[in-house]
């Protein structure tokens, strides 16, 4: 399990936006963990998936990276 960790603003569009591109690269195989920022102004997503090759990990990675939604990636 290999665990990515994204960073945006507390609201449904960056939510929905890590979301789709999950699923789309691992569809229901994957985990979603929140972490709320102390003022409540950022959002945390952990996104925990079981990669078979370095290739996955690069995809989702840049198609993260990619979203307009989506603040940071780690």
Known sequence: ?????????NDST???????IARAH?????SIAEQVSRNGNYL???????????EELD?????LVASDDILMVL
């Open 44 to 54: 945390s997503l952990t996104i925990t998936v079981t990669a078979q090759s370095r």
């Open 26 to 30: 691992y569809g229901a195989a994957h």
């Open 14 to 20: 960056f939510r929905a936006a890590a979301a789709a």
């Open 59 to 63: 995809a989702i990675y840049h198609a």
């Open 1 to 9: 399990e290999v665990p990515t960790r994204v960073l945006g603003r």
